[in-house]
């Protein structure tokens, strides 16, 4: 059963299904059973004990969670059997001998590895003379499972999802039973034959086939005589055929034929599909090239499709051709296709049925909509080059839409009035355009379904959000990046179940209200870039916020002593005017991992208690007034990553106890979580139709799952890297304690800060020499020391630092030859400058002492020199964050939105608990 597009809130509830007119079963099985159950699974089979223990009228088994029970009228029996998710590492087969009506089993997703039976062998399962349904996806059964499982003859349906079967398609070692109705090998290693005869063509009777995400270059042989298969898909795999001759050899009975992501290439013709005349899904798309649509006959086709996925076609305008006979769809997705010129109102006029249009990632200009009212729920077309405003009656012509992403084009004036008829809309993007003008009335006061509302980056202007504003069902807001103005607005008081609110970039004025205090579901709070004063708003503490960011506005004055956030993991005080000193609370907070308090006034710290399990990862208090020691208590702030004190005036040394302190030793724990998509995972959106197959589809995940996370991608991302830090600080680490006056020796314990990629001690007044210890920085890729008063030779050693980029001692006291070998000869002259006595390449004054030393730089030099390395260092190091931002942005939108496997792979785990408990 494959029900297109399924919820996928977590629910775990159980239900014991009622099993009427059960009889005593065989005592012997049972009780085997029980106490197989007992010995292996109690402790993690708890799902299935819970229910049991409810209802244990002993011996029972029909009245378990799992079991089902025959008519108990004609002697009832066990005949469905569910053992899944119960991590059953092993299975003994010989046990399912005691029940011999076993019609279905469901072995699914136990992580087992192995078969076996002692008593009967391979042969194991013809005993099962009944036994129909066969389901051992989601365990890891290689190869050596297949003799198992040929022995059982009648099955109808096998299921070998998510294993690791390795070699052929279809496994040598596998006889199938010629009644084989559906057959499941998705996500193993299979991969194609050599042409020849196949156990597959003897499967006159398969209807349904799933290969997907396997190794498959061609098409399996014989696929052409199974006259029966209605449903198959290929999707993930290599194919890489000519995809007409391909298509040429397809089985004609089809109804579901998914291509998706294979390396096809060049040309594809949709009147080879015509014959096809039971065609109602069709997904086509290529991983390593555009497929070419060929030029069309004026060949109607034979099929009516209800559902079409293409991406990556150079389609151009050409998207005319078989679509113009098509009134039956219910789901088109054509994004990534160089679609061009106007949207395609015709489609929705055609298919007056449509429920989803998926455009995006085109290059489309213009935006004419329909002259129908059409009942289209989920329609997409961001990031195309849309030039247009939005007509005036779109809430006419749509009043049933749920999702609307307009966003990345570049729409202009104002959003239209008529929006506001659209009461079942969920979810609204209209970022990245060029929006002006008021929201309207209507809109904020009518669209009360609007659970996510985007509107970031136009130029919207006005108060956020008047007073009869009333989106009661609003989670997430954001509006940065317009021209919002005023102090906020009452209206937002409406948004009772408001979690996400970032107002960054807008001019919004004053002070923060009082009342803001009453918005108790607010967790993230983004507020950069205003004109905001007044002192730090302590109402804030009256809410459970994990994110506060109010950078670069004007708050002055001196941070509450007391602040308490037990909760807090990120807060974003840059680039105001705070003074006074920084309280101890925030360092007894277990949960901050961010402090970025960068150009404020701040002038101490106090350190009396530092939390035992303090999560501190990144500490940033460049470029404030501290004239005081580094105080050593901050090296219990173990988890630091990155640490900037620099340009202030701290004194004194560099406390040797910063070698306590992580900066990448430790690694961080993976769960740091992106909360904010618990709230969106909540959101899909469900079709009236869905194809019916007993293959599990990868059409389960739909469009809830895998498009909602792309917009918290790019939430979470659109950030420059200061708001990543809480990310990255699991990748980048460093020190900078530059422009400060610092003295001493640097310590030799620096050595240990193994995993430290950038460390900056510039400007300051450090004495003594080089410790050889820092050649142990194996990850070094930045290191500053200029601009000291450090002396003797720069240690040979430094020349293992295979990573560094970046490299700068001039301007201290260092003499002898330096160390021309290894990375450091890829240095410039610049990075040895102004020590007078530093001689060798690359400076252009010899090591034999007969030659006349060359005068240092003079003090304007100097100053000039020190910005620009300043400058340089910060580019390397804002140049490596950024490298890292792109991976993290990358891995993040490759696990969330990206049709990966990981993501597969979560959902595919997701979905069984649904199926099986969820199932109402
Ligand atoms: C497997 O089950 C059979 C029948 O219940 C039993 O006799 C045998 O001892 C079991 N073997 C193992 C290794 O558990
Ligand atoms: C297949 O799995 C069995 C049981 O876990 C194991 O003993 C065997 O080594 C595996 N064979 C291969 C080729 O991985
Ligand atoms: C497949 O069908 C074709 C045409 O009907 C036939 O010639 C061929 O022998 C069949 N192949 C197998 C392996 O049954
Ligand atoms: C693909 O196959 C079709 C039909 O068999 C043929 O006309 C076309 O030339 C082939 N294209 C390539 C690139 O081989
Ligand atoms: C479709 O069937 C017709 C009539 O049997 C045949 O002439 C034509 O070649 C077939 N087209 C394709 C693409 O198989
Ligand atoms: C679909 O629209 C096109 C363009 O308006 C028209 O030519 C065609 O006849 C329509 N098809 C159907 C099935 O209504
Ligand atoms: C707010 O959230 C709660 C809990 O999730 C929910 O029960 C309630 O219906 C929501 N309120 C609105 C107006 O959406």
């Known amino acids: 059963m494959a029900l297109l597009f399924i919820t996928i809130t977590m629910n775990f509830q159980l239900q014991t299904k009622g099993c009427v007119g059960c009889v005593e079963t065989e005592r012997m099985g049972l009780l085997q059973l029980k106490s197989y159950l007992n010995s292996l699974l109690i402790p993690k089979g708890e799902i299935f004990l819970k229910s049991w223990s409810h209802d244990d009228r002993s011996g029972d088994c029909c009245h378990w969670e799992r079991v089902k029970c025959s008519d108990a009228s004609l002697g009832g029996n066990i005949v469905h059997l569910s053992l899944n998710l119960l991590q059953i590492q092993s299975l003994n087969l010989s046990l399912l001998h005691s029940f011999p009506q076993l019609e279905t089993l469901d072995f699914s997703s136990n992580w087992c590895n192995h078969l076996f039976d002692p008593i009967h062998g391979y042969k194991s399962l013809e005993r099962l003379e009944k036994l129909r349904t066969l389901d051992f996806s989601g365990n890891r059964f290689n190869n050596s499972a297949l003799p198992f499982l040929s022995a059982a003859m009648s099955l109808r349906t096998l299921n070998l999802g998510s294993n690791e079967l390795k070699g052929v398609f279809p496994p040598n070692g596998l006889v199938f039973p010629s009644s084989l109705q559906v057959l499941n090998l998705r996500r193993n290693q299979l991969s194609s034959t050599p042409k020849g005869y196949s156990e597959i063509c003897r499967l006159k009777y398969l209807q349904e086939l799933d290969l997907g995400s396997n190794v498959l270059t061609s098409m399996p042989y014989c696929l052409s005589n199974l006259t029966r298969l209605r449903t198959l898909d290929l999707s993930g795999n290599q194919l890489n055929e000519n995809l007409s001759s391909f298509v040429f050899g397809l089985p004609p009975a089809l109804e579901y034929l998914s291509l998706l992501d294979n390396n096809f290439n060049g040309s594809f013709s949709f009147n080879s599909l015509s014959n096809h005349t039971r065609l109602t899904v069709f997904k086509l798309s290529s991983k390593v090239g555009m497929i070419q649509p060929q030029s069309e006959t004026s060949l109607v086709p034979l099929f009516q499709l209800k559902m079409l996925t293409l991406h990556n076609f150079s389609l151009g305008n050409t998207i005319h051709g078989f679509l113009v006979h098509q009134h039956d769809l219910i789901f088109i997705d054509i994004s990534y296709s160089q679609l061009t010129g106007a949207f395609p109102a015709w489609v929705l006029q055609n298919n007056t049925r449509l429920q989803t249009i998926l455009l995006n990632n085109n290059l489309l200009t213009e935006l004419q909509l329909p002259k129908i009212v059409h009942g289209l729920q989920v329609f997409d077309i961001s990031s195309n080059r849309i030039h247009d405003s939005i007509q005036e009656d779109i809430g006419l012509v749509f009043p049933k839409l749920r999702y609307m992403n307009f966003s990345s084009n570049y729409f202009h004036g104002t959003l239209p009035s008529s929006m506001g008829m659209m009461k079942s809309l969920l979810m609204l993007d209209m970022s990245f355009n060029g929006l002006s003008g008021l929201l309207p009335k209507t809109f904020l006061s009518s669209c009360y379904s609007l659970k996510f509302l985007k509107l970031s980056n136009n130029q919207l202007k006005g108060e956020i959000f008047p007073e009869y504003a009333d989106l009661t069902s609003l989670a997430w807001l954001a509006l940065d990046g317009n021209n919002f103005s005023e102090s906020l607005g009452e209206g937002l008081l409406k948004s009772k179940n408001l979690t996400l609110l970032d107002i960054s970039d807008n001019n919004v004025s004053g002070s923060l209200p009082l009342w803001i205090d009453r918005m108790s579901s607010l967790e993230y709070l983004y507020m950069r870039g205003n004109q905001l004063n007044g002192h730090f708003p302590r109402q804030l503490q009256n809410l459970k916020l994990k994110v506060i960011d109010i950078s670069h506005n004007s708050f002055f004055g001196s941070l509450p002593r007391n602040v308490e956030f037990p909760i807090l993991r990120e807060l974003r005080l840059q680039n105001n005017e705070f003074i006074g000193s920084i309280p101890d609370a925030l360092f007894e907070a277990e949960l901050l991992e961010v402090i970025d308090m960068r150009n404020n006034n701040f002038s101490d710290m106090v350190l009396n208690n530092v939390a035992k399990a303090s999560n501190l990862g990144v500490l940033l208090l460049r470029s404030n007034s501290f004239e005081t020691h580094i105080p050593e208590k901050l090296c219990q702030l173990s988890d630091v990553g990155i640490l900037d ?112 990629v950038s460390l900056n001690l510039s400007s300051n007044y450090l004495t003594g020499s080089i410790p050889d210890s820092i050649s142990k920085l194996k990850d070094l890729g930045s290191l500053d020391l200029s601009n000291n008063k450090l002396d003797g030779n720069i240690p040979p050693v430094l020349a293992d630092l295979n990573n560094l980029g970046f490299f700068n001692v001039s301007y201290n006291n260092l003499s002898g030859e330096i160390p021309i070998k290894g990375h450091l000869l890829t240095f410039p002259e610049r990075s040895y400058i102004g020590n007078a006595h530093l001689c060798g390449l690359p400076t252009n004054k010899s090591c034999n002492p007969a030659s006349v030393p060359e005068p240092s730089g003079s003090k304007q030099a100097k100053e000039e020199e020190e910005e620009g390395d300043d400058v340089i260092d910060m580019v390397w190091f804002y140049w490596t964050c950024g490298a890292v931002y792109i991976t993290t942005t990358l891995a993040l939108s490759a696990i969330l939105c990206v049709d990966s496997r990981w993501s597969r792979e979560w959902f595919y785990q997701v979905d069984p608990l649904v199926r099986s408990f969820a199932r109402k």
């Open 645 to 756: 004190l620099s340009q202030n005036r701290f004194k004194g040394v560099i406390p040797s106890c910063f070698s306590e302190m992580s900066f990448g030793a430790k690694k961080y724990d993976s769960n740091m979580s992106f909360d904010p998509v618990e709230g969106f995972s909540q959101v899909s959106f469900s079709q009236s139709w869905s194809y019916t197959s007993a293959i599990n589809l990868d059409d389960d995940f739909g469009y809830g799952a895998q498009r909602t996370p792309a917009i918290i991608v790019d939430f979470l991302t659109k950030r420059r890297y200061e708001a990543y830090q809480g990310d990255i600080l699991r990748y980048m680490y460093g020190l900078d304690l530059s422009s400060n006056q610092l003295s001493g020796e640097i310590p030799v314990e620096i050595g240990s800060l193994q995993n430290i």
